[in-house]
């Protein structure tokens, strides 16, 4: 059996301490092959980088898990393209999770234009290298330096990581995860009662001066500063571990509502195109698309990719063009005063705009039975599966829903459960979910479904025990044992701030566009002689994108296409002011 190898120092040089150098890490099957690289590769950078070797992708995988818990960083990955069992795109598509800053380079042993076009679509591949390389000074190295200054330009800074001692059943231990986690903000949890959390305890109390009590007050966060936070609020957390949490102006061109795909999409198509443009979200960007642990059916990933994946990247490509996003700040209010329009925040501070996007999305519709509302974040979650997941190995796990959410979390969840039960009240799969996922589901060894069922009870002292699943058709009861309850049930606009200012249909989702005309005449109280352009609201120079959107598609790439849309009918609504 074949192992990685990590490069010694080169006789005759000082040797640098290896946890100071950034790795370049090389996977081939072929151990001539990946024996060759590495050799070639030590002779230029062994002095400055880490070399490390591994003939296959699972064992490179584990070696930057490795790694990654060391603390150390990774400058290259180089990747052979047909291997068994894992392909160098698959490869590179799971290690952009652990080191998503590392340049990424493909190497095949003969042209494969389909291949290339697949990694830039699915693994954003920096170079794609023919097979020999021989003499490497010619068609290796050139490439290397050139990726090596490039990643070097932008080279992560050492993780500095904020610590969260809780609970695992505190709510609110849960709740600080979860945001930290959707923000993407590094962080490790210690256990209340660990010896390792007990010691920060110590050290926190004796920071702030004070004892804490017993039971403690939780949760005690530390910052990469040192500094301590006891059950702090979502914005002076947010604020303290580097999130931007107040806009740095009171005006601007355009504000949008909401962090997820439509938003992130609307943010970024304002700023590049001149727009002086802030997004403000509540909780964290990515919405409920970055919660989604697999989307498979979004034009350009054919083998998939993470919500988070996802909307990291369209984050980032927001802030490249100048947006402002502001995370963990709610909206109020909306006042408007002829073209003057004002976003009014929790807290007080509000937002001059000459346009707006509602792009607020929806929430998880809460289930009503006995018993679950006292469980939430203590076995009972809505969304959270990506958070929780690595808790949930070798247990039994409800999943509750019929649409795509829930078939990728049952699907997601099954890999490391013992058995994932996904309860769906209607009378079969395909009325909410994609068939290629009713494939997966039904495929999975360890997925069972109980259709025309639904949870009305759930019990439990200090976490969930047990539920209650009863048949929606003969009301028969069976008890069900599981402390993992994940509950994917549709979804409800949040708009009620919105009552008296925009039309909205009786469910709360905002109606715009044609769907306003009433016999072909725009909406009581429309002031322009003009009706409004599709994505327009009731209110002028106010538009809806996404899923909040009434009649909308409910689907990642609807809702990228709508944010897009809204900010050309920006553009055109200031054109004819």
Known sequence: MSTSTLAPPAAGRSATPDRARPVLLTVDDDPGVSRAVARDLRRRYGETYRIVRAESGEQALDVLREVKLRG????????????????????????????????????????????AIQAVNVVDLDHYLLKPWDPPEEKLYPVLDAQLEAWSHRAPQPVAETKVVGHRWHVRSSEVRELLARNAVPYRWYAVDSPEGERLLTAAAGRLGTTFPDPPPLPVVVTPDGGVLVAPDDSALAERVGLVTRPSSDFYDLVVVGGGPAGLSAALYGASEGLRTALVERTATGGQAGQSSRIENYLGFPDGVSGSQLTERARRQALKFGAE???????????????????????????????????????????GGTGLDDLVGRGVYYGSVLTEAPSCADQHVLVVGGANSAGQAAVFLARDAARVTLVVRGASLEQGMSSYLVEQV??????????????????????????????????????????????????????????????RDPHGFVVAGPDLLQDGAPPSGWTLDRPPYHLETSVPGVFAAGDVRSESAKRVASAVGEGAMAVMLVHRYLDQR
């Open 442 to 503: 039904r495929a999975h060894p360890r997925i069972d479904v109980r259709l025309g069922a639904e949870v009305v009870e759930a019990s439990g002292d200090d976490h969930l025990e047990g539920v209650v699943l009863q048949n929606v058709s003969t009301g028969d009861r069976t008890p069900v044992e599981t402390g993992w309850l994940f509950v994917f049930i549709g979804a409800a606009p949040r708009t009620d701030w919105l009552d008296g200012v925009v039309v």
């Open 325 to 367: 996003l502001v995370t963990t700040r709610e909206v109020v209010g909306l006042d408007v005063e002829g073209s003057a329009h004002t976003v009014r925040l929790a807290g007080g501070q509000s937002l001059d705009a000459q346009t707006v996007i509602l792009a607020s999305g929806v929430s998880y519709r809460m289930l």
């Open 72 to 115: 150390e960083t990774v400058a290259v990955l180089v990747a052979d393209h047909r291997m068994p069992g894992m392909s160098g795109i698959e490869f590179l598509e799971q290690a952009m999770d652990l080191f998503p800053a590392a340049r990424r380079i493909l190497l095949t042993a003969y042209a494969d234009t389909d291949a």
